[in-house]
């Protein structure tokens, strides 16, 4: 019994490795229909060469550790700082991860700014906390960079998933897209001019957010998915419309003349292009749209604030999150367009199913 099941398991396992991506047997079809029209064999796509992430040691910003003496003192322990000191100091928080060391930057700084406020400036630790505070403000861009690009849920959204997005599956969007709305907006605080009064804003519900959306993007790597199905889509594409325009003139229209060939082509267009493949472009397009900004201030802002990204992290940045991966997708997509509006207007079909 025990070998049935094992031999049905692996033979599921088999099944699902093997089943195709539904997004590229959609431009595997559109791509062989026109072919077979054209009476060619379709034109192999190119291998991508995409800028990769890079490794968490090129990344981590390096963050000088910050120690407080005379930690039983009573004035700690009366504006509510000792108690966190404690937690950090424990077993637990020596072992916390990037997003839970945030959290925890962000809550003593509130706490120190509280304790400032309620200490008399001639209180003997008052000029040591003063300069504590004004040193963890200054590391706080590089704890949220080092959360953001090196943190395991976080580094991996920008990891590229070698697979297409499915024509109905964008799972992780909206989750993403949550997270780095609220990012941009933490980004603002803790870069802000006057951090003191920045920070009064952020609530410790609002400061836990982090823990919510670090888990709700914990189990995608939709970022990385929607990065490489737009530069696979976009070479897909690329490849498409060369084969079609190297044969462009090979498609007779004219009055009086058999446009059977071209009226095939228009029908492939509206079956696979239309119908299917232009609405996934659509969200595509619509779905980075909506993150870009997001991403490519995040970025900028926080490489302002004493930090050096490598060169391969400006590489990387310059391609996902400042456009050049946008531009040559819309470019591809205008390519494309611009083949069939020539066919259509050369062969005076009208727009629309006949």
Not at 1 to 29: A, G, Q, Y
Not at 98 to 107: A, D, G, H, S, W
Not at 223 to 228: A, N, R, T
């Amino acid at each position: 019994m025990m070998k049935i099941l094992l031999l049905v398991f692996f033979c599921s396992l088999l099944l699902t490795s093997c089943k195709k991506n539904t997004t590229e047997v959609l431009l595997d079809t559109y791509q062989q229909r026109l072919a077979n029209v054209l009476d060619i064999k379709p034109t192999e796509t190119p291998a991508l060469s995409l800028p990769i992430y890079p490794g968490t040691r090129l990344l981590k910003q390096p963050i000088s550790d910050i120690r407080m003496g005379l930690l039983n003192a009573y004035e700690l322990r009366q504006c509510g700082l000792f108690q966190l000191i404690a937690e950090r100091n424990s077993v637990l928080g020596k072992v916390q991860d990037q997003t839970r060391q945030l959290r925890y930057e962000l809550l003593f700084l509130k706490q120190l700014d509280h304790c400032l406020n309620i200490l008399n400036n001639t209180n003997i630790l008052w000029p040591q906390l003063k300069d504590i505070y004004y040193q963890k403000q200054q590391q706080l861009p590089q704890v949220l960079w080092n959360m953001v690009f090196t943190g395991q849920e976080w580094r991996q959204q920008f990891t590229l998933d070698r697979q297409l997005l499915e024509q109905q599956q964008f799972g992780g969007y909206i989750e993403n897209l949550a997270a780095f709305d609220y990012l941009d907006t933490l980004t603002t605080t803790i870069t802000s001019h006057n951090l003191s009064k920045a920070l009064t804003t952020l609530t410790t519900n609002n400061i836990d957010l982090l823990l919510y959306h670090q888990q709700q993007i914990h189990n995608t790597q939709y970022l990385g998915q929607l990065f490489y199905s737009i530069a696979r889509v976009t070479a897909r594409l690329n490849t498409v419309t060369t084969q079609l325009i190297r044969h462009e003139q090979d498609v007779i229209c004219g009055k009086n003349i058999n446009q059977q060939q071209a009226q095939y082509l228009r029908n492939v267009f509206y079956k696979y292009y239309a119908k299917d493949i232009q609405p996934y472009l659509s969200k595509l397009h619509s779905q980075y749209q909506q993150l870009q900004p997001y991403l490519a201030s995040l970025y900028t802002t926080l490489a302002k604030h004493h930090i050096q990204p490598s060169s391969m992290m400006t590489v990387y940045a310059r391609y996902y999150f400042q456009g050049e991966l946008q531009h040559q997708f819309q470019q591809a997509t205008i390519e494309h367009v611009n083949y069939w509006q020539r066919l259509f207007k050369r062969c005076n079909f009208k727009v629309g199913l006949q």
